[in-house]
């Protein structure tokens, strides 16, 4: 075995390696974004700062349309916000409705479920602009949280097979006490379906927060902007070269998702496994 | 009506009583909206003006007269036939050394995933513009390492590469099922192929590859669709042109131009209903031919 305790160190070695190589864009923008902006690319080559920028985040943080990042970022909150409590609950309600129920045609439902799944988005892009056109619904942030309340098919496929888990003799004991369906979901099925819950949270959080062609779509005054928005504001108007203050805010974008990533790792990493479909 | 109608039919009413919302969102925001674009794909429509109908006038144009249409055929089915199996076969190769006991293996899956949680967002990809721009880390190792810098946004073909090597950089998800995958296949199986003095290829190829083919089908079914739609990374690189000569011109940001910049909404709608048929199409030969290449432990008997 002793070429077993001499392999283990050059396996974590290599391992380390390529996992900080892998990593290397993302230490390079935190770093760039305490560099002076005009030694960015002088010295891209170098990782750490020869003098340490804070500067960069006021400048930053002052966006560039008149409106600071404090609003960016209450706006994307606010989408996210909203958009996350109506695809979970709405989510959570339908799953139960496919685990727990049996009705006439709910193959078919669930069927047709899994498959918009696996729909390509673009298709009913343009319908859908048209529609909340119509609707008197653009420079609102209707279109970015209504159609969540109306349930998320990869969630509720997530909840579904979360449900099926949860031993069926627990609804019928419910039943038998005089526990109507809605009872039964909202104050049994509900509370055990915590963690998909949370999963579902995590990852509606994600896209709503990492989502750009919505808000470009449907957010036309500066003040409604989301964080993607502003970030994207700030490489068309490149002729200011503030790329110390776009790093900064970059950085400062990716705080809450590194943050929630690093609080829910084993659930996000579990939620992956089990479905796959992000990124 | 008899009592047990009575409440089968009560039975039924409380499932769609709990199902309606999806009944609700999928006929308003996925099949009534497919509904108007097909029909809006027959048509000429800016928005302002009534739709006019002009048969297969949109289809016509885009096989004949469009070649930035063509362009942007080949730039996304080249982003995609070369960027899905990259992908994948990173995915595979990382979930495979890390599928040990070992206390780092937890962290090294966190390093190895990161990139992917983030990298929908526009944050990565300036951060992507920038790495790659003229005076980039990129160009600066190329000097170093005496080979000559590029000029990633003057050539369409390195622009491209760019963007694959963004897409290809976020292999996490997809590694993450790998690894599932692989921590289903027993230990026994690989040690009974050692007794029988299997190399480690040889292991790999008759036991790994078969026994993950159906997750391999998965994988590749998912990032192929997700890869046809990729818009971000695109949009923001190329400040939404596109370029450089339409280089970046994926599918879905001519897409975007045309509805959104151009108000060409029936051309738009046109295009997005042979996206939609092409990726049927790629789909359905993937689950055809799955039946000669993925392995289902179960048909064996065991």
Redesign the interface.
């Known amino acids: 075995m002793a070429w077993k305790t001499f392999k283990w160190p050059i396996?974590?070695i290599l391992?380390?390696a390529?996992?900080?190589l892998?990593?290397y864009?993302?230490f390079?923008?935190l770093f760039?974004s305490f560099k002076e902006s005009r030694t960015?690319?002088?010295t891209?080559?170098s990782l750490f700062p020869t003098e340490w920028i804070w500067q960069n985040y006021v400048t930053g943080w002052k966006g560039t349309s008149g409106y600071n990042f404090g609003t960016y970022i209450l706006n994307s909150f606010t989408i996210v916000l909203i958009a996350t409590i109506g695809a979970v609950l709405?989510s959570s309600?339908?799953a139960?409705?496919?685990a727990r129920?049996?009705?006439?045609g709910?193959n078919f439902?669930f069927a047709?479920?899994m498959m918009?799944l696996?729909?390509?988005?673009?298709?009913?892009?343009?319908?859908?602009?048209?529609?909340f056109?119509k609707l008197g619904w653009v420079n609102t942030i209707l279109p970015l949280v209504v159609?969540s309340?109306?349930?998320m098919p990869f969630f509720?496929f997530l909840m579904v097979q979360f449900i099926r888990t949860i031993p069926i003799e627990l609804d019928e004991a419910a039943t038998i006490d005089g526990c109507g369906?809605f009872r039964l979901?909202f104050r049994i099925i509900l509370p055990l379906l915590k963690s998909s819950l949370a999963t579902a949270a995590i990852f509606s959080f994600?896209?709503k927060?990492?989502d750009?062609?919505g808000p470009v779509?449907y957010l036309n005054s500066p003040e409604k902007y989301t964080v993607?928005m502003a970030?994207?504001m700030?490489?068309?108007s490149e002729s200011a070269s503030n790329?110390g203050g776009?790093?900064a805010m970059?950085?400062l974008?990716?705080v809450p998702?590194?943050a929630v990533?690093?609080a829910f790792?084993k659930q996000?990493?579990q939620g992956?496994?089990?479905s796959?479909?992000?990124? | 009506m008899s009592l047990r109608n009575h409440q089968s039919l009560r039975?039924?009413m409380?499932?769609?009583?709990?199902?309606s919302?999806?009944?609700?969102?999928?006929l308003?925001?996925?099949l009534?909206?497919?509904f108007?674009?097909l029909y809006?794909s027959f048509t000429s429509y800016n928005?302002f003006t009534p739709p006019k109908w002009i048969g297969l006038g949109n289809f016509e144009k885009m096989f004949t007269a469009d070649p930035k249409y063509w362009n942007s055929i080949r730039v996304t089915f080249t982003y995609v036939l070369v960027g899905v199996p990259l992908r994948l076969i990173f995915a595979l190769f990382?979930a495979m050394?890390?599928n040990?006991k070992?206390r780092?293996v937890g962290t090294?899956?966190?390093?190895?995933?990161?990139?992917?949680?983030?990298?929908?967002?526009?944050?990565?990809s300036?951060?992507?513009?920038?790495?790659f721009?003229n005076?980039?880390?990129v160009?600066?190792?190329l000097l170093?390492l005496g080979a000559t810098p590029v000029k990633w946004f003057g050539d369409p073909n390195a622009s491209l590469a760019m963007l694959i090597t963004l897409s290809v950089?976020?292999f996490?998800?997809?590694m993450?099922?790998f690894?599932?995958g692989l921590k289903n296949i027993s230990v026994e199986m690989y040690e009974a192929s050692s007794v029988d003095g299997a190399s480690p290829v040889r292991k790999f190829f008759s036991i790994t590859l078969p026994l993950l083919s159906p997750i391999i089908l998965?994988?590749l079914?998912?990032q192929t669709?997700?890869a046809?739609?990729t818009?971000?990374p695109a949009?923001?690189i190329s400040?939404g042109e596109g370029g450089p000569m339409d280089g970046t011109m994926l599918?879905?940001l001519y897409?975007?131009r045309q509805?959104?910049m151009f108000s060409n909404?029936g051309y738009?709608?046109a295009?997005?209903?042979v996206?939609?048929i092409m990726?049927a199409i790629l789909?359905a030969i993937l689950f055809i031919t799955s039946k000669y290449w993925v392995f289902y432990e179960t048909e064996k008997g065991r």
């Open positions: 396996y974590h391992v380390a390529l996992a900080l892998m990593l864009p993302v390079w923008m760039s960015i690319f002088v891209a080559g709405s309600l339908i139960f409705g496919f129920m049996k009705f006439k709910r439902w047709l479920m918009t696996m729909l390509p988005g673009d298709v009913v892009l343009v319908p859908q602009y048209i529609i056109t159609p309340f109306f349930g509720i369906k979901y994600y896209w927060w990492e750009l062609l779509l993607s970030l994207k700030f490489l068309d790329w776009m790093f970059s950085i974008s990716l998702v590194i990533f690093f790792q996000i990493v992956m496994s089990s796959g479909l992000k990124g | 039975a039924n409380t499932g769609y009583a709990f199902i919302p999806f009944i609700v969102g999928f308003a925001f996925t009534i909206p497919m108007i674009s809006l928005l990382v050394i890390l040990t070992s780092m090294y899956r966190t390093m190895y995933y990161l990139p992917s949680i983030i990298g929908g967002s526009v944050a990565v300036i951060m992507w513009r920038n790495i721009s005076e980039g880390i160009n600066s190792l170093a950089w976020q996490g998800s997809s993450l099922i690894l599932a998965f994988n079914i998912m669709i997700s046809f739609m818009f971000v949009y923001v400040k599918h879905s897409l975007f509805a959104f909404m738009a709608a295009m997005a209903w996206m939609l990726i789909t």
